[in-house]
């Protein structure tokens, strides 16, 4: 019998309330996801990608509430910026707050992401804090574009792998990045 789709965000919020790393779909690639409050969670996603700690890691959120927590001071531009984004977009704000040190970059700032796919939404909103989303592979090779091309070693390091959309074979990409700054001046990254 195939696993609900509310069993599997139940059993990936639970290995993540743990500490746990999860693999999971988003609203662009299958990602490497942890509680991005928890710095020893953090830390893992470093260690099973490869990467150098010093390169900043995008969280996740499923709602605008769940941003507000996590960010002081939203510039007013940002807001425009995600009611017109009609793909995935990353905003990086520079005061995040209550987040593991480990996940911001050397300058204090996070990029967030307020995904409106029904997985990856319902998996942030059932868990109710910011989720880590980096690319599901080692550092330095290719992106997956679908759950069939992640690297063995990549699900096997996770502690738990979401059912969910397995067998998606649309290819995804990335999302786009744009830093705002305080003073509302944006920067496209990506």
């Known amino acids: ?40 969670a953090v830390k893992r996603i470093f260690e099973i990608k490869k990467r150098a700690d010093s390169k900043a890691l995008i969280l996740l959120v499923g709602n605008e509430g769940t941003l507000q927590r996590y960010v002081n001071d939203i510039p007013e531009v940002a807001w425009e910026l995600i009611e017109a984004a009609v793909n995935p977009l990353t905003i990086i704000y520079d005061h995040p707050t209550g987040i593991a040190p ?12 307020i995904t409106s796919e029904t997985v990856s939404q319902r998996l942030c909103n059932a868990f ?24 063995p070693a990549v699900i096997e390091a996770v502690d738990y792998v979401m059912a969910a959309r397995r067998d998606d074979s649309n290819p995804a990409s990335p999302s786009s990045i744009i830093k705002v700054s305080d003073g509302g001046l944006f920067k496209i990254i990506r």
Do not use: H
Not at 2 to 14: C, K, M, P, W
Not at 102 to 111: K, L, N, Q, V
Not at 128 to 151: V, Y
């Open 128 to 151: 109710r804090k910011p989720l880590i989303s980096t690319s599901a592979n080692i550092s330095g090779k290719p992106t997956p574009r679908f759950f069939a091309e992640i690297d």
């Open 1 to 40: 019998m195939a696993l609900s789709l509310q069993d599997d965000i139940r059993n990936a919020v639970e290995v993540l309330r743990n500490g746990g790393v999860i693999l999971y779909p988003t609203d662009t690639v299958w990602g490497l996801g942890c509680d991005a409050t928890r710095p020893e």
């Open 102 to 113: 480990e996940a911001t970059a050397p300058d204090g700032s996070a990029g967030f992401r």
